[in-house]
């Protein structure tokens, strides 16, 4: 396999570089002395090590955000509240870790981009339309929408359907409450949540990785369950960016992808709704999207997952963890088929 | 080296000394940047998963390094580049090995859970064959495997490179949940490294094979 020729023997009779012609052999550094020798195999040593492990580290570090932001201490606490009847008492996920780890593909792919870029989001002026099948179809500016209810704590988990999780102290309102002030009609079946359209704010939708705007959407009975919660605050803070600011949906039951950031549009439909997902990938992810650790997504298994945190996986839960509220939604479904 | 007049090829090995061990110390920088990111926090929530992925794409860029030294070398006719191969194989497959742990560890060394992923699923399946194909490659990698074997059956066996870097590029492929692009620009560089070889190895009917530029239609007459 190896060429015995080398550049030297081509170019070996005359040196192009030495006009003067007394070096005949076109090889730097052969015939100096051997302390120049050694400095020019030490720079090249250097140079070489250099490009390769800084090429590699161009090539395959993603750093996690980890500024300022991670001596901030928890704005929230859960000794200044009572506990509320679905709140978990797991450890909550500190906030340094729940707003600089997400997955917001409108700001970019790497969980590190929603952190780094939401400041390009607008949240105020922020209007949400509601039409579709409601008797009180209107825009309405966010602020006046959330002083329609009394704001409440939920400390749920949050199950990603790439595998790890969080606990997060949500602050909001329930789905519920806002759908019967909204008087459905009869022939209301389903809820389709819109998120924002808008490139300058969202730099990420300028590409095509999903079809733009995100759509998502529960079916009626399922957004009325008192777990549904429309959250506009995390930590006892406002919502940042990063989180689905203005108004961002939770159902804690399904995966993350479920819970539609930046809402500006509720429709209330006879039809299921054509979910962002589930267009994206039919066969990966469904329109229930339940956490269910017995149905494997294609790819990768989802027996267990990560709490942001901890280094070992625990066990995912069925309807992570809410099976005893929820489960009855689903009776005499196949949840293999409606994954 | 102050001999009068050596010969080109005698001279070439200590002018080049360096190389290897440069190859060698700056394969392995990653390694000492991850630890120092792991401690001081700079790999985010969730480490486990970023040096997962990072010791993955070690492996996909030292692997696609090593199969381009010899294309490298036959379009250039540098020596260069043979000197090195072999390094960037073992710093490929040793990230690889050490993607392997990072994930076992990261399952609790569940067998079964372990084995499930093997067997059920096709990405975790990919990934495990690359390595499982790395493993003969590392160990047959002295000259004294080379000699054992005979230099035809070595380089035979070592073509394997090439099914397990393509495995470890689809291992990637599978692994990203939407934003393929980077995996698939690694897929098209394995695939015009397989090229260049493909079209060195077999070139036009008549073609003078001595000639540096392999592409076949150079010495066409």
């Given at each position: ?8 023997d081509?170019t ?11 070096r005949?052999i076109?090889?730097p550094?052969?015939?100096?002395n ?6 020019r195999?030490a ?31 928890d ?23 729940a ?7 409108e700001?970019?792919t790497?969980?590190s981009d ?15 339309r ?10 309405i ?6 002083s329609?209810?009394?704001l ?11 595998g790890?999780?969080?606990v ?10 806002l ?6 009609t ?8 819109t ?16 079809r ?8 009626l ?13 995390l ?8 989180n ?9 039951w399904?995966y993350g ?14 039809k ?15 329109f ?10 294609p790819?990768?298994?989802?027996a267990?997952?990560?709490r942001?945190?901890e ?13 005893d ?5 689903y009776?005499g479904m ?6 | ?9 005698r ?17 392995l ?28 794409l070690?492996?996909?860029?030292l692997?696609?390094l ?8 036959l ?12 390094t960037l ?6 990230y ?6 990072i ?12 084995t ?29 495997a080379?000699?054992r ?12 490179a ?13 692994g ?5 692009t980077?995996?698939?620009?690694y ?9 260049i ?13 001595s000639?540096?530029?392999?592409a ?6």
């Amino acid at each position: 396999m190896t060429d015995p020729r080398t550049p030297e023997d081509q170019t070996q009779p005359t040196d192009p570089q030495t006009p003067d012609g007394q070096r005949r052999i076109l090889t730097p550094g052969s015939d100096l002395n051997p302390r120049r020798e050694f400095l020019r195999s030490a720079a090249m040593f250097t140079g070489t090590v250099a490009a390769l492990g800084g090429g590699l580290e161009v090539l395959t570090r993603r750093p996690g955000l980890s500024g300022a932001e991670a001596q901030a201490a928890d704005p929230f606490s859960r000794a200044d509240r009572p506990p509320g009847p679905y709140d978990t008492t797991e450890k909550v996920t500190p906030y340094q870790q729940a707003t600089t780890y997400n997955n917001f593909y409108e700001f970019g792919t790497d969980k590190s981009d929603p952190a780094r870029l939401a400041g390009s989001l607008k949240t105020r002026p922020w209007t949400v339309r509601i039409d579709g099948e409601v008797r009180k179809a209107q825009t309405i500016d966010i602020d006046t929408l959330q002083s329609w209810f009394p704001l409440e704590d939920r400390i749920y988990r949050m199950r990603c359907v790439e595998g790890w999780s969080m606990v997060m102290p949500w602050l909001g309102f329930p789905l519920a409450a806002l759908i019967r002030r909204l008087e459905p009609t009869g022939k209301a079946k389903y809820v389709q949540f819109t998120a924002l359209l808008d490139t300058k704010q969202f730099p990420g939708q300028k590409q095509q990785v999903l079809r733009w705007p995100y759509v998502e959407g529960l079916r009626l009975d399922e957004a009325l369950h008192p777990l549904s919660f429309m959250a506009v605050g995390l930590h006892g803070r406002t919502l940042p960016g990063q989180n689905g600011a203005p108004l961002r949906l939770v159902v804690p039951w399904k995966y993350g992808f479920k819970n539609i950031k930046s809402v500006v549009r509720i429709t209330l439909t006879e039809k299921q709704p054509q979910t962002t997902w589930a267009l994206a990938a039919p066969q990966e992810y469904g329109f229930y999207a339940n956490v269910n650790p017995a149905v494997p997504h294609p790819r990768w298994s989802q027996a267990t997952e990560r709490r942001i945190g901890e280094l070992g996986r625990r066990k995912t839960l069925p309807f992570n963890g809410y099976a005893d509220e929820v489960a009855a939604l689903y009776r005499g479904m196949d949840l293999r088929k409606n994954f | 080296m102050t001999r009068p007049s050596p010969t080109p090829a005698r001279r070439a090995p200590a002018r080049l000394g360096w190389l290897v061990p440069a190859v060698t110390v700056g394969g392995l920088l990653p390694v000492a940047v991850l630890v120092s990111d792991a401690l001081s926090g700079a790999l985010g929530a969730n480490p486990i998963q970023r040096a997962t992925l990072q010791t993955g794409l070690l492996t996909l860029a030292l692997l696609v390094l090593s199969l381009a030294c010899t294309p490298l070398r036959l379009l250039t006719g540098w020596t260069w580049p043979a000197r090195i191969r072999k390094t960037l194989g073992l710093l490929g497959f040793g990230y690889a090995a050490l993607h392997f742990l990072i994930y076992l560890l990261d399952h609790g060394l569940d067998l079964t859970l372990i084995t499930e992923d093997v067997l059920k699923r096709p990405f975790i399946t990919a990934g495990f064959t690359a390595l499982l194909l790395l493993v003969p490659l590392a160990l047959t990698s002295t000259p004294r495997a080379v000699r054992r074997l005979g230099f035809a059956r070595w380089t035979r066996l070592h073509q394997l490179a090439y099914v397990a870097v393509s495995l470890g590029a689809l291992h990637y492929y599978w692994g990203v949940k939407k934003d393929h692009t980077p995996p698939l620009i690694y897929a098209a560089v394995i695939a015009a490294l397989f090229l260049i070889r493909f079209l060195i190895r077999f070139p036009k009917r008549g073609h003078d094979r001595s000639g540096t530029r392999g592409a076949g239609r150079a010495a066409k007459s």
